[in-house]
């Protein structure tokens, strides 16, 4: 065995030298000791030659088909043809339904907030009419304490306003107008709203089925990953 | 026993022909080009990850996330080897794995010190199938694994990908001396782990004179 003048270095700073750390290289100590070293040269010649397979070692395959997503199903699907061509048409029509369901439901209640509206503003009206027309105790009290007026009062929004005072202060007492009144009114009620409302009704069924009927053509059309 | 291995193209992946002309494809965003790319060199992304993982499946997922990672990322792609590039996403990708998998106890790795007496057992070997340097790089692999994770992961990032010391630190959150600490011990941990066939060195090195 060769005698040695110097210690052993410690042997991480062999492993720094043998994998080519500068400053390991850059230490003339070091690098005359290995070179005279009988037990440090092959222990570095031999980490080199570890270093040097290890940067060799292959690539490996994957033991499982590998999910390259997020692109690869949608860049593997045909560019063009009938399925992918609708199914690009899915998102545009998805939107639009949502868009009528939107609008006809912002119709409607713009419609019945109209309604309220047009119900308040008439219902001084026949109030006045009422008093003017004879019984003082008829008018103030079914107004006053009685929401069946409020029908009466569409039915009178919706185009027979002078039909309305007549009829509830014909009647005679509060209590037996209210009843009348109140059919009547819940009738014309029904039949006003009907027809206002009638187009924003259908725009939302529209738009719901419009929706539905794309998002499941979109699920239905979707290629599946992995 | 040989651990189970994953099947071992020849060699490493060489990069496209027209890998630039991919790249820049890609980048602007056709996800054909991206696709061509990722294909290329998903076993390249895999071995990495079943390097640092030791489990197929989580190496496969880690591949694939590190796949999403390099799609979201493509367009900020700046040039240098794109395989270098693709392996740094796979290595933080696998990292997070390995962090997720040490704070959950229950799903933990293959403990690398528990795993000494699964060191190759030459009598076991095919010597047909595992002549020469695909034997050597088995078990080179079989001891890897035996290594502590935190040197295996340093040794693998270093010494068989090739990242610089920084670039270990980076993907492992680590001071640079402890990275080289950890790269250096590997080295000699590898080293008496391999000493049993050691006639396998020097095979090859009469092979490469």
Known sequence: MTMQHTPHPDDERLAAYAGGDSDALADSSLASHVTTCDRCGPLVDELSFLRGALADLPDLAPSRPLRLIPPVWDASAPASGPRSWLRRLTAPAMAAGAGLVLVGAVGIGATGIAGLAGKSASFGAPQDAAASVSDREVGPVAGADSPSLAPSDMRGSAGSPGSVAPQAMGSGTPATPRPTAEDNGRTDYETGSSSSEQPWLTLLIAGIGLFGISTALRFSLSPRAG | ?209
Not at chain 2, 37 to 43: K, P
Not at chain 2, 134 to 153: C, F, I, V
Not at chain 2, 167 to 190: M, N, P, Q
Request: hydrophobic residues 40%.
């Open chain 2, 1 to 209: 026993m040989l651990p189970r291995d994953p099947a071992r193209p020849a060699s490493r992946t060489a990069p496209l022909p027209d890998e630039e002309a991919v790249i820049a494809r890609a980048a602007a965003g056709d996800r054909t080009a991206f696709t061509q790319l990722i294909e290329h060199y998903q076993s390249a992304c895999y071995g990495l990850a079943w390097r640092l993982l030791g489990d197929p499946d989580q190496a496969a997922d880690a591949a694939q996330d590190a796949f999403v990672h390099a799609y979201d990322a493509i367009a900020k792609y700046r040039g240098g080897l794109f395989r270098s590039w693709l392996l740094r996403i796979t290595a933080n990708a696998s990292y997070d794995i390995l962090r997720r998998a040490q704070r959950k106890p229950t799903t933990t790795l293959p403990d690398a010190e528990e795993g000494e007496a699964e060191l190759p057992d030459r009598s076991a070997a095919d010597p047909e199938a595992e002549a020469g340097r695909s034997e050597l790089y088995r078990y080179l692999d079989a001891a890897l694994r035996l290594l502590p994770q935190d040197q295996r992961t340093a040794v693998v990032l270093c010494d068989v990908y090739g990242m610089d010391y920084g670039e270990v630190a980076d993907a492992t959150e680590s001071a640079l001396g402890t990275v080289k600490s950890r790269i250096h011990r590997g080295r000699l941990r590898l080293r008496e782990l391999m000493a049993e066939h050691r006639e396998l060195f020097r095979n090859e090195r009469r092979l490469d004179r």
